[in-house]
């Protein structure tokens, strides 16, 4: 029997907006984009310039500093745009796509016939490598690195979060696929971490060559890099890494058809989506087509994001779905000032530290917008962090070795642990307003800087 691990602290935030449980095939989108912003620590190369036509798997970019790194088109089509920023920094490589699509050809194989760097070659060529990170510091993996373990989250807490065994319930055959062919690459320490507080879908329960760790309790017992802390914590020259399920199953299509196929299940989701449901696109696509007619609000007032609503991306009404996001969520925007906000009874707003009379109704849901009710102010020290925070550390002491840059204090306080999602919790119910992920990721940054 695998041993369940029980989460006490955390917060599941009661946000309104959950997707219903019934799947729709978006249309092709006109426009996909991959966005280099999607990977921290990358500086890309370009591959292809604005007129180009290119297959499904094509190259767009590639790592400056690890050539072998390649970023594939999604999509068949033209390269519409390069969208650009400060300094020409690259933000966007936009694809028109066409009709019927064309693909790559990479060749089937069975991932278990083939020796490990003849799986990573395959991953490599047709741009799925992005799709392995690594603990620490929660950017994309190396290749010439042998991780201690690889884990996978089956399932995600963060608010109105897609269920996955729901989208991963006719993927039977690719996720197996696909974990085979992770275990080539970690020679057989596949960790598979599933919610014990229901019973997981069939996909993954009868999967094979995995070890199965159950999790229970709020948010973010879903979180990967909590998982890790609790089945072996990651010390100082330890390599593990990570994997979502969802990029599972494009990895198995890549061996069983032999071309890159990104399509997957995605949740739309928010109090402001008249029909929040699941559809089935393809990464990078357009939300335009899954969002149009379907919102309770002209665009400019409402919030679109790629992602959940604590670690999630703000984009446009017509921006693009993120490379590693399984959802976007629809809020109200924030943009306005409230008068005496603090001496309110806020029946209609929510608190983790119970300030509103909304307390009084346990089970009621709130359609809460981005609003910071307040700016940011002297950092003080509450004790909040602790009881949202299940890891055995003291995120208040990290944060302030992180500001101090203080690069041993950082590694004795679980620096090599964390990731900016880790924290996220703890930003939300910060009462100082203090931009925590932004301040774990300068943390990590110094760390890569200064140690490699």
Same mark, same amino acid.
């Given at each position: 029997?695998?041993?369940?691990?029980?989460?006490?602290?955390?917060?599941?935030? #009661?946000?309104?907006?959950?997707?219903?449980?019934?799947?729709?095939?978006?249309?092709?989108?006109?426009?996909?984009?991959?966005?280099?912003?999607?990977?921290?620590?990358?500086?890309?190369?370009?591959?292809?310039?604005?007129?180009?036509?290119?297959?499904?798997?094509?190259?767009?970019?590639?790592?400056?500093?690890?050539?072998?790194?390649?970023?594939?088109? !999604?999509?068949?089509?033209?390269?519409?745009?390069?969208?650009?920023?400060?300094?020409?920094?690259?933000?966007?490589?936009?694809?028109?796509?066409?009709? #019927?699509?064309?693909?790559?050809?990479? *060749?089937?194989?069975? &991932?278990?016939?083939?020796?490990?760097?003849?799986?990573?070659?395959?991953?490599?060529?047709?741009?799925?490598?992005?799709?392995?990170?690594?603990?620490?510091?929660?950017?994309?993996?190396?290749?010439?690195?042998?991780?201690?373990?690889?884990?996978?989250?089956?399932?995600?807490?963060?608010?109105?979060?897609? =269920?996955?065994?729901f989208a991963v319930k006719d993927e039977a055959e690719s996720f197996q696929a696909g974990i085979d062919a992770l275990n080539r690459l970690?020679?057989?320490?596949?960790?598979?971490?599933?919610?014990?507080?229901?019973? &997981?879908?069939?996909?993954?329960?009868?999967?094979?060559?995995?070890?199965?760790?159950?999790?229970?309790?709020?948010?973010?017992?879903?979180?990967? *890099?909590?998982?890790?802390?609790?089945?072996?914590?990651?010390?100082?020259? =330890?390599?593990?890494?990570?994997?979502?399920?969802?990029?599972?199953?494009?990895?198995?299509? /890549?061996?069983?058809?032999?071309?890159?196929?990104?399509?997957?299940?995605?949740?739309?989701?928010?109090?402001?989506?008249?029909? !929040?449901r699941y559809f089935i696109l393809k990464t990078g696509a357009s939300?335009?087509?899954?969002?149009?007619?379907?919102?309770?609000?002209?665009?400019?007032?409402?919030?679109?994001?790629?992602?959940?609503?604590?670690?999630?991306?703000?984009?446009?009404?017509?921006?693009?779905?993120?490379?590693?996001?399984?959802?976007?969520?629809?809020? !109200?925007? *924030?943009?306005?000032?409230?008068?005496?906000?603090?001496?309110? &009874?806020?029946?209609?707003?929510?608190?983790?530290?119970?300030?509103?009379?909304?307390?009084?109704?346990?089970?009621?849901?709130?359609?809460?917008?981005?609003?910071?009710?307040?700016?940011?102010?002297?950092?003080?020290?509450?004790?909040?962090?602790?009881?949202?925070? &299940?890891?055995?550390?003291?995120?208040?002491?990290?944060?302030?070795?992180?500001?101090?840059?203080?690069?041993?204090?950082?590694?004795?306080?679980?620096?090599?642990?964390?990731?900016?999602?880790?924290?996220? /919790?703890?930003?939300?119910?910060?009462?100082?307003?203090?931009?925590?992920?932004?301040?774990?990721?300068?943390?990590?940054?110094?760390?890569?800087?200064?140690? *490699?």
């Amino acid at each position: 029997m695998p041993k369940v691990f029980k989460i006490r602290k955390g917060l599941n935030i #009661p946000l309104k907006g959950e997707a219903e449980k019934v799947f729709t095939r978006a249309e092709l989108a006109e426009f996909y984009a991959v966005k280099p912003t999607d990977f921290h620590g990358l500086t890309p190369k370009l591959s292809v310039a604005e007129g180009d036509m290119v297959k499904v798997g094509t190259p767009l970019f590639y790592d400056k500093y690890r050539t072998d790194i390649l970023f594939t088109s !999604p999509v068949s089509g033209e390269v519409h745009l390069i969208r650009r920023g400060e300094r020409r920094r690259i933000l966007e490589v936009v694809i028109k796509a066409d009709n #019927p699509q064309v693909f790559e050809e990479f *060749g089937r194989s069975n &991932p278990a016939d083939l020796s490990r760097e003849e799986v990573i070659g395959k991953m490599l060529k047709a741009g799925l490598w992005p799709t392995i990170k690594q603990r620490p510091y929660s950017i994309i993996a190396n290749p010439d690195d042998s991780p201690k373990a690889i884990y996978i989250s089956g399932f995600d807490t963060a608010p109105l979060s897609p =269920d996955l065994d729901f989208a991963v319930k006719d993927e039977a055959e690719s996720f197996q696929a696909g974990i085979d062919a992770l275990n080539r690459l970690a020679e057989g320490k596949v960790n598979l971490n599933l919610n014990a507080e229901y019973p &997981p879908s069939n996909v993954y329960t009868k999967v094979k060559g995995v070890n199965f760790n159950y999790f229970a309790g709020p948010h973010p017992a879903g979180n990967v *890099g909590i998982q890790i802390h609790h089945i072996n914590p990651i010390n100082k020259g =330890d390599i593990v890494w990570t994997v979502n399920p969802l990029d599972v199953i494009i990895i198995g299509r /890549l061996f069983l058809r032999g071309i890159y196929d990104a399509t997957k299940v995605i949740a739309l989701a928010g109090s402001e989506v008249l029909k !929040p449901r699941y559809f089935i696109l393809k990464t990078g696509a357009s939300i335009s087509n899954i969002v149009a007619g379907n919102i309770t609000k002209s665009p400019e007032e409402l919030r679109f994001i790629s992602g959940n609503v604590l670690t999630g991306t703000k984009i446009s009404a017509d921006g693009f779905l993120g490379f590693y996001d399984n959802m976007v969520t629809v809020i !109200p925007e *924030g943009d306005y000032h409230e008068f005496m906000g603090w001496a309110q &009874p806020g029946f209609k707003k929510y608190s983790f530290s119970s300030s509103f009379l909304s307390n009084l109704f346990p089970g009621r849901k709130y359609a809460l917008d981005t609003n910071l009710h307040g700016g940011e102010r002297a950092y003080v020290v509450t004790g909040q962090y602790e009881k949202v925070l &299940p890891m055995d550390i003291f995120p208040v002491h990290l944060i302030k070795a992180i500001l101090a840059k203080d690069i041993d204090k950082m590694e004795n306080l679980g620096i090599y642990e964390v990731a900016e999602e880790d924290f996220a /919790l703890c930003e939300y119910i910060c009462t100082s307003k203090t931009n925590v992920q932004e301040i774990i990721r300068e943390g990590l940054d110094l760390m890569i800087k200064e140690l *490699g």
